[in-house]
T-cell receptor
Framework: NAGVTQTPKFRVLKTGQSMTLLCAQDMNHEYMYWYRQDPGMGLRLIHY?????TTAKGEVPDGYNVSRLKKQNFLLGLESAAPSQTSVYFC???????WGYGYTFGSGTRLTVV | AQSVTQPDIHITVSEGASLELRCNYSYGATPYLFWYVQSPGQGLQLLLK??????LVQGIKGFEAEFKRSQSSFNLRKPSVHWSDAAEYFCAVRGNAGNMLTFGGGTRLMVKP
């Protein structure tokens, strides 16, 4: 089925460890996004990409890096995990500027940093 | 910058009762507005969207929303709630920069038998 796939679904990290979250979409979408979801705060944009090879900062980029080497993949990296990065991370994608269908979301990655 | 406020963090309704979830937005131009639903452990699914034209928009699962520019609101409604509607609902507005959506804090809906 077409859509957005996130891996892994769950992860527990120790403070200071690093990891990469992978987002893959097979809809040929230009735009991709990483959000974090925390209770009562809705979804906050971490980084986004408007096309292969491009990335930009969102609302809460500190402590994260991203890469979009291939159009279908958008990677989110944590270089040195902190407990404040415990959250549920969602990837989403959409068409270009003339889109009209909202975002397609992945099912999320639940990350706990201890 | 745009912003979205969902005043109700939790709402409980009885099955079969009507539902209205509130959403207020702040945006300088004509907004593009969305409602998403998130079932437990799942990603977000688009319920409906407003871009222009008729201010009453119909969505999936029997939901509708009404855009009221004078009140900066985009409230979500359903005439008769089903137990399967229990979920968290997010209102979002699209801003100027690219396709970026700004989300509200969400409203968690519980349905009593």
């Amino acid at each position: 089925n077409a859509g957005v796939t996130q891996t892994p679904k769950f992860r527990v990290l120790k403070t200071g460890q690093s990891m990469t979250l992978l987002c893959a979409q097979d809809m040929n979408h230009e735009y991709m996004y990483w959000y974090r979801q925390d209770p009562g705060m809705g979804l906050r944009l971490i980084h986004y990409s408007v096309g292969e090879g491009t990335t930009a900062k969102g609302e809460v980029p500190d402590g994260y890096n991203v890469s979009r080497l291939k159009k279908q993949n958008f990677l989110l990296g944590l270089e040195s995990a902190a407990p404040s990065q415990t959250s549920v991370y969602f990837c989403a994608s959409s068409y270009g500027p003339d889109w009209g269908y909202g975002y397609t979301f992945g099912s999320g990655t639940r990350l706990t940093v201890v | 910058a745009q912003s979205v406020t969902q005043p109700d963090i939790h709402i409980t309704v009885s099955e079969g009762a009507s539902l209205e979830l509130r959403c207020n937005y702040s945006y300088g131009a004509t907004p593009y507005l969305f409602w998403y639903v998130q079932s437990p452990g799942q990603g977000l699914q688009l319920l409906l969207k407003y871009f222009s034209g008729d201010t009453l928009v119909q969505g999936i699962k029997g939901f509708e929303a009404e855009f009221k520019r004078s009140q900066s609101s985009f409230n979500l409604r359903k005439p008769s709630v089903h137990w399967s509607d229990a979920a968290e609902y997010f209102c979002a507005v699209r801003g100027n920069a690219g396709n970026m959506l700004t989300f509200g804090g969400g409203t968690r809906l519980m349905v009593k038998p």
